[in-house]
């Protein structure tokens, strides 16, 4: 991110860069934009400090790109004079890659050159070969649209192919085998941007449908929750399948032969989180789904989740999602039915 001087004030950007190159899914820039775009507005709107977007269309050259959509994108600036970008997004193609590829060698260089000067890439689906081919992800996990898969790990025998997970993260790489997940990149990097909050309300305006977070969608290279602590693994199973239980942590820790303060120190050094956050968040995940998709009363909710009371739900609803319970349904509610 830099800095640019207002007569007022310094305000910040954050940096964009969208490639562009004949028969990409348009959506593939279209969807990020215009999430990245709310997310600016709602902060701007909060706080006048904020970053603002600095968003340009990046080709090899200036002619205007053919996309599947019959749509027709004009780049702003070629590889040669772009903007060194904080973020760039290479979007998916609907054909076999490799002729494109063949005849872009400049995108693949230009890629190279600026995630080596600290840009953050993102590939949607077949646009992740992009990537393969400077040699960015040999030797690191990536994912690429199921299609495409097995040819990808012929093309690409030094990448790790992680083909059963939708989203991929290496260090500053990251790779998307969907549309859906590549939203979910996105909402990831608002809250790297704007924070949670302004994050929860674009993924609200965007997605009523119930998805999973972004951390258990996602392969991480080195990553904490994949960590080698398997008496830890083994309660994070029992969390998971054990929601409504009335134990305490103490209880828990018992029943592994731990003693609480043992438990609290290897969850918190195994996952970066604490047992108690980490048991809540999948509480609230529970929820969410069950007041989306169910009838129940916010009482029931809590209940098969494992709130004894309304009020102790409505306390973490709020803390984490900034609405209670009941504001929550309707506004999904309305977003589904509307």
Not at 27 to 38: F, K
Not at 73 to 95: C, G, H, M, Y
Not at 256 to 275: C, E, I, N, P, Q
């Amino acid at each position: 991110m830099k800095s640019r001087v207002n007569t007022k004030n310094i305000v910040k950007q954050v940096r964009i860069a969208l490639v562009l190159y004949d028969d990409m899914l348009a959506t593939s820039v279209s969807l990020p934009v215009e999430m990245l775009r709310a997310g600016e507005a709602l902060a701007l709107k909060q706080d006048s400090s904020n970053p603002e977007l600095a968003i340009e269309m990046v080709a090899e050259s200036l002619a205007a790109v053919s996309t599947r959509a019959i749509i027709h994108l004009k780049p702003e600036a070629t590889v040669e004079n772009a903007q060194q970008p904080d973020f760039a997004f290479i979007p998916s193609l609907w054909r076999n890659p490799r002729p494109l590829l063949k005849s872009h060698p400049k995108t693949i260089t230009w890629l190279n050159k600026i995630w080596q000067q600290g840009a953050t890439l993102i590939g949607g689906g077949t646009g992740v070969c992009f990537m393969a081919e400077s040699g960015l992800l040999d030797h690191h996990p990536a994912t690429t649209h199921w299609h495409y898969a097995k040819q990808f790990q012929r093309n690409y025998p030094l990448v790790e192919l992680k083909p059963d997970f939708f989203i991929t993260q290496s260090e500053r790489i990251y790779c998307a085998a969907s549309l859906n997940a590549l939203a979910d990149i996105v909402i990831h990097l608002i809250t790297q941007i704007y924070g949670r909050r302004i994050a929860q309300q674009v993924e609200l305006n965007f997605s009523h449908e119930i998805r999973k977070p972004y951390e258990e969608q996602r392969y991480l290279e080195g990553a904490v929750d994949r960590h080698t602590d398997e008496l830890i693994t083994q309660i994070q199973f029992w969390m998971k399948n054990n929601l409504n239980s009335t134990h305490t942590l103490a209880n828990v820790a018992e029943q592994f032969g731990l003693s609480s303060r043992s438990l609290s120190r290897r969850f918190k050094l195994a996952t970066a989180v604490t047992a108690i956050e980490y048991w809540q968040q999948l509480r609230i995940e529970a929820a969410k789904e069950l007041l989306a998709s169910t009838n129940l009363a916010i009482q029931e909710v809590g209940f098969h989740v494992g709130f004894q009371d309304q009020g102790h739900l409505t306390r973490l609803f709020k803390k984490y999602l900034h609405l209670t319970p009941k504001a929550y349904r309707t506004r999904v509610r309305k977003k589904l039915f509307s």
